[in-house]
């Protein structure tokens, strides 16, 4: 199987797409992988102008960096969800007078100390990181795996909590829109085939 850096290219992966819900993204009429590809060509053109970070931060880890241009458009729809909280722009994730998920990838300052701005390579490598971090976990808690259950399974994890995939089948279970992974990967394919 081919390898992107260490892991799994986006395209190795197989994925379901969205389950019609779209989430934040709003409804789209039909689910599947028509649903996530008509929702990742929505984000295509802000997600260009993030193109040179994302290549350097998955050169840098070592990771197939459209998974790094998938999840921008998952968890903030290539930027366009961020808004303004306590004076600083790039926050999400907002509730109750609060916002906990910082910058194009969304990490989560409960449980990590924000690094750069928003939309910076070194929030882009912070958020990498992590999600590595998950795919290893993954990795070692399901060692039978191949590379691209393990790697579509640490995308899963990165919403969820690596503790969180149980099985192949059922790992977005519990994740936003029970479809994080199988939305997410598809959008890495399709921005993928459109040179991201």
Known sequence: AAKCGNYA?????????????????GYCGAGG??????????????????QSQARAA???????????????SRETRAGAALQTWNGQYGWGDCYGGQCYGWGLMQVDRRYHNVQ?????????????GILIDTIN???????????????????????A???????????????TGNDYSNDTCVRGQYFRNRGF
């Open 33 to 50: 992988k028509t649903c996530s590809e008509r929702l990742a060509s929505n984000d295509w053109s802000n997600l260009r102008q993030y």
């Open 116 to 128: 750069g701005a928003w939309n910076s390579q070194a929030h882009l490598e912070q958020a990498t």
């Open 9 to 25: 290219c986006v395209n190795e992966i197989s994925a379901s797409g969205c389950t019609g819900t779209c989430n934040q993204d």
């Open 161 to 175: 909590g690596c503790g969180n995939v149980q099985t192949y089948d059922g790992m977005d279970i519990g994740t």
């Open 137 to 159: 976990c993954v990795g070692r808690n399901h060692s039978g795996w191949t590379l691209a259950q393990k790697t579509k399974g640490g995308v899963s994890g990165y919403n």
């Open 58 to 72: 998955g050169s840098k880890k070592n990771i197939d960096h459209n998974l790094i241009g998938a999840i921008i």
